[in-house]
């Protein structure tokens, strides 16, 4: 007998800012592809619920998605007025993952910087819509919107003054995504060495997400068990492509906007191992992300992060951690270890200065 839906556990998705650039292409991905997470004779069902504050976008991204042959289930959420929460609460329903591409794109000559002060206010309010809607002892949260050093922490510390954020721990759920940086340091190093076509070489990227504060660690690039041999002049120029590769697409898209294709690749492939593991198919999940090392009241939030903190002093920064279903088990500290001498004097240092002043532009934001 099949089951019928209502037999079934849904988990539940929320995209916030939807109808966008990114929200369309990685809604696209989760409605093609999430099914197949699902073990044979599964007893759970997956749902999308996708809001935006564009009316005719998201109900039109939504009816055409829709059309898809796969199990994935969509709902569309719009406000019917500035003041209007309920469709926000309707999208947040036992939702179990939040992910969150809402805000504007930069335009050629911006900085993510410079996005800050319209994009703040936006995770503004969805997180007090998400302190009210969601159950902060559970729920998982990735930002998207830029700029992910400072408004990550925006929204942490504005969760974190909601009564209903007391003892929920919530500071070891809400991650900044940082995943692009990766992809990119990944595909530059093929394009520049031609190297590994049937592989795609993993190169750690650590700090922020803007600019010098990304710090690809070409260092640990390896081949066949032995380190690529890089000279300086072209690891110098990998690691600039990494940090100022979004501008080229900015560029390229003269106007319309910011990388949206594969930022949301990127963000799929994040997005799958937290469904994974909220399905119970994976007891813990390994990658990198933009945390905060801290909780509300001071206390580190997972083994590893003190250490982490002795190193660098700054109290958000991505970097490879374990994530089990009640949040950052571990912080891998120990890369940072692994280091060479330009990555630890040169790259370090300049990360280290502008990311601080990113963090507390966010924190300073939060009355
Ligand atoms: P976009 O303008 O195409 O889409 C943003 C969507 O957010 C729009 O549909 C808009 O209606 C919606 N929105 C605005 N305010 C909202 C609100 N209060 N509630 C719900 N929805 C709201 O932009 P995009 O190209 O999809 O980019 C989205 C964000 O992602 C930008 O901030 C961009 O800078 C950022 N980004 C991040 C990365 C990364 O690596 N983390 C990479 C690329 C872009």
């Known amino acids: 007998m099949p089951h019928s839906l209502t037999d079934k556990q849904v988990l539940k998705i929320a995209v916030l800012g939807a109808a966008g650039g990114i929200g369309q292409s990685f809604s696209m991905l989760l409605k093609t592809q999430l099914h197949t997470l699902l073990l044979p004779h599964s007893d759970k069902h997956l749902h999308v619920a996708m809001y935006d ?16 042959d796969t199990p994935v ?12 929460l ?17 805000g504007v794109p930069r335009k050629p000559g911006m900085t993510r910087d410079d996005l800050f002060a319209i994009n703040a206010k936006i995770l503004l309010q969805l997180s007090d819509g998400i302190a009210s809607f969601c159950d902060l002892s559970k729920i998982f949260v990735l930002v998207i919107s830029n700029p992910v050093n400072s408004l990550v922490p925006v929204m942490i510390k504005r969760l974190s003054q909601h009564a209903s954020s007391k003892g929920s721990l919530i500071e070891r759920r809400v991650f900044g995504l940082t995943q692009l940086d990766m992809v990119r340091a990944s595909t530059f190093i093929q394009q520049l060495t031609g190297f590994a076509s049937n592989a795609t070489p993993y190169i750690p990227v650590v700090g922020g997400h803007s600019g010098d504060t990304i710090i690809p660690m070409f260092s640990q690039v390896m081949f066949k068990d032995e380190r690529l041999p890089l000279d300086m002049e072209q690891r110098k120029s990998l690691i600039h492509r990494v940090q ?14 910011s990388a949206t294709l594969s930022m949301a690749y990127a963000a799929f492939k994040i997005t799958r191992k937290f469904v994974d593991l909220l399905l119970g198919n994976a007891t813990s ?54 280091m060479d001498d330009y990555e630890r004097n040169t790259l370090l240092p300049v990360c280290l200065k502008n990311l601080q002043g990113n963090i507390e532009t966010g924190l300073n934001f939060v009355n």
């Open 285 to 338: 999940l390994q990658d990198t992300l933009y945390i905060s090392l801290k909780d509300a009241s001071g206390n580190y939030i997972a083994p590893g992060a003190q250490e982490l903190m002795a190193l660098i002093n700054v109290s958000y920064f991505s970097i490879p951690v374990t994530v089990s279903t009640k949040g950052v088990t571990h912080v891998d500290s120990e890369i940072l270890n692994r």
């Open 244 to 257: 100022y590769g979004g501008d080229e697409i900015v560029k390229a898209k003269n106007g319309a906007g």
């Open 86 to 102: 309920s469709a926000l609460k309707e999208c947040l329903a036992d939702a179990a993952l939040i992910v969150i591409p809402a």
């Open 53 to 68: 504050i564009n009316k005719d976008a998201i109900v039109g991204t939504v009816a055409d998605l829709s059309h898809i």
């Open 73 to 84: 289930t969509l709902s569309h959420h719009f406000p019917a007025s500035r003041d209007d």
